[in-house]
């Protein structure tokens, strides 16, 4: 969905990966998991809040808990929330 809507997909299968990307690539926003393989996310939502780049939190849980740190971020069903997900990154509305 989300490249159908122009933008490009960069997927990172553990932590250790994603924070290599973040160094290596041009990252404009993420979408993180909570959980990789048992790994909390957090190390990578540090980096980004670091590199001033914004990201949004995805989980399949109705209540997740979140660190105080993280209250303000929003958490978008996985899959099913992309106007949501665009809303929260970069102020896309529903008629854009």
Request: proline share 5%; net charge negative.
């Amino acid at each position: 969905m989300l490249e159908a809507s122009g933008a490009i997909v960069i997927a990172a299968p553990s932590v250790q990966r994603g924070l290599s990307l973040l160094e290596n690539q041009n990252i404009d926003a993420a979408i993180l998991d909570l959980q990789f393989d048992g790994d909390t996310v957090f190390p990578m939502a540090e980096r980004l809040l670091s590199l001033n780049i914004p990201f949004v939190f995805a989980t399949a849980y109705v209540d997740p808990e979140l660190p105080g740190t993280y209250g303000g971020f929003h958490l978008c069903a996985r899959e099913t929330e992309l106007r949501h997900i665009g809303e929260a990154l970069f102020g896309i509305g529903a008629s854009t």
